[in-house]
RNA sequence: GCGGGUAUAGCUUAGUGGUAAAGCUCCAGCCUUCCAAGCUGAUUACGCGGGUUCGAUUCCCGCUACCCGCUCCA
């Protein structure tokens, strides 16, 4: 559980200043007002993005002989999503108590028959220029008499008041009429109180197939995923006979997963497309929790390696009831970001529930063959799942840092630097020519950047005093600057030995060290894997 | 979904019932031999839609988005 709840605010909207400035992240659709929930990523944000996955498909996918990959379609069969539940049973329509602000299961409210008794609206005795004029129903039956439904609209008027001093009973209802109702769901049980319409509140992105699609044929209806891993469990199969994989093994995927969330809140954490990369770790069931702790144990090793260390991170061995019903075994692995602390991935041993849903659904077999044991059984499932974009804003607020740098003359240097490790920082590296105007110097850096470029992301840039291209290249975390001086161009008096040497700028030291050109590939390469 | 807050240039802020200021950034030029130097110049903003008004960025209403607290999160 959270053991840190403490929020920084100001440094959330440094850092989201920061990324706006610098191209990271913008608003979907900034141009009209914004998409609730929907973010897209600028030139930067899409290298760092785009580092992590590979890094994560490098270390999860190439690096083994035990997992392979899959990319599956994001448009989804709805039988697909019937058989792992997601279309049936998480689709209830709630609506809420006006007065309490309850929310209530539609399907679970008592039908209820009595007089309901509607206002117009509401003035004050004691506040002549205030008026409300919402309608409001009160339903009374044989518990709750006419005055009980008065008394709770003028609780629903008071919510309105313009003074919280004012007293409630003050109110004077306008407007009323009568009318006799049967067999209702459209009152809270509890006080009579009208509620919303029902709404429906799944979360899956609905969607038709074909162009003339009629609206009202059911077969026709097809889901935006809600998730990547229901089509490694529906291509199983076809991986396990092409792969020439055994147990225990793995499917991996990285993709986009649509949910219709309530709420998206914080920044990119929550929103309404987003991108997953999860593995489904079969293997036998006798295997399953020992396999999950140790992915749980690989898992926290990848984040510090992308730079979120061990220490940052909350490992939530999910207790019995919060649980889904099918895992025996679940850890949440957070991180305590600005606004809190919360989840960046999941682990879950998931038994052999989905492949058991698609198999019961399909009529197809999905069991497995064990050539040793000669058993055949449905194997379980490990699964670790992490969210991309919610790895990138760890990344992002776990590297952002503001260095003093004030000097001993007291004049006052901030330092902003993104201390992204190598292996996922956008840029790699930026060749600097010490002055612009000086076209040997130049030519020598456009050379050396030529030299560098088919191997990683180079950033080249001339304007400016070299020192607040330093800084530039520090805001957006490259890790190592490259500076052609006149020492390079082997012009420096009795330096000369020094021709065809770079400094190197440390991005996190400031420091330098000079190395010969020929030197600069595999030394640079040796520090980005 | 509920309650509260916010919305002026790329960023951070100022300001006004008569269409707006500054710092930083960015761009161009000059200068510059290693940590945001200096000089000159340029582009760029009142979230969207209504209403009141002779006139609205300013007042009112609605919408949208973002932030905070609840709620929700298969």
Known sequence: MAERTDTDPARMEKIVSLCKRRGFIFQSAELYGGLNGCWDFGPLGTELKRNIKDYWWRKNVQEREDIVGLDGSILTHQAVLTASGHVGGFSDPMCDCLVTKARLRADQIEPASGTVYSFTGATHKQADDW??????????????????????????YAQFLPDKQLSPKKIELQGETTAEVTDSIGFNPANGAQLTEAREFNLMFKTQMGASADENDPNSV?????????????QYKNV?????????????????????????????????????????????????????????????????EIGVPREKLHVLDVPDGERAHYSEKTYDIEYAFPFGVQELEGVAYRGSYDLGKHQEASGKSLEYFDEETKEKFVPHVVEPSAGCDRTLLA???????????????????????????????????????????????????????????????????????????YRRQDEIGTPFCVA?????????????????????????????????????LPWLLERLR
Request: proline residues 4%; negative net charge.
């Open 484 to 520: 052609i001086d006149f020492e390079t161009l082997g012009l420096e008096e009795g330096k000369e030995e020094l021709k065809d040497t770079v400094t190197i700028r440390h991005r996190d030291s400031m420091e330098q060290e000079r190395i010969a050109i020929s030197d600069l």
């Open 240 to 304: 396990l006979d092409s792969s020439r994989q055994k147990l225990p093994f793995g499917i991996a995927q990285i993709g986009k997963s649509f949910r219709n969330e309530i709420n998206p809140r914080n920044y990119i954490f929550r929103s309404r497309e987003f991108e997953q990369m999860e593995i489904e770790f079969f293997c036998k069931p006798e295997d399953g929790l020992r396999l999950t702790d140790e992915w749980l144990e690989r898992r926290l090793n990848f984040y510090a």
């Open 395 to 469: 990344v992002i607020c776990e590297a952002f840092d503001e260095e003093d740098l004030t000097k001993d003359g007291g004049k006052k240097d901030v330092r902003t630097v993104m201390r992204f490790a190598p292996c996922i920082a956008p840029i790699k590296v930026a060749v600097l020519p010490l002055l612009k105007n000086k076209q040997e110097l130049v030519d020598k850096a456009h050379e050396v950047k030529n030299l560098l470029q088919p191997f990683m992301n180079v950033a080249y840039d001339e304007a400016a005093a070299i020192g607040r291209r």
């Open 131 to 156: 008026s409300c004029d919402r309608p409001i129903s009160i339903l009374s039956t044989a518990e709750r008499d006419e005055h009980k439904a008065r008394k709770v609209a003028k609780e629903y």
């Open 222 to 234: 097809a889901y935006l995923r809600p998730e990547t891993a229901q089509s490694i469990f529906v």
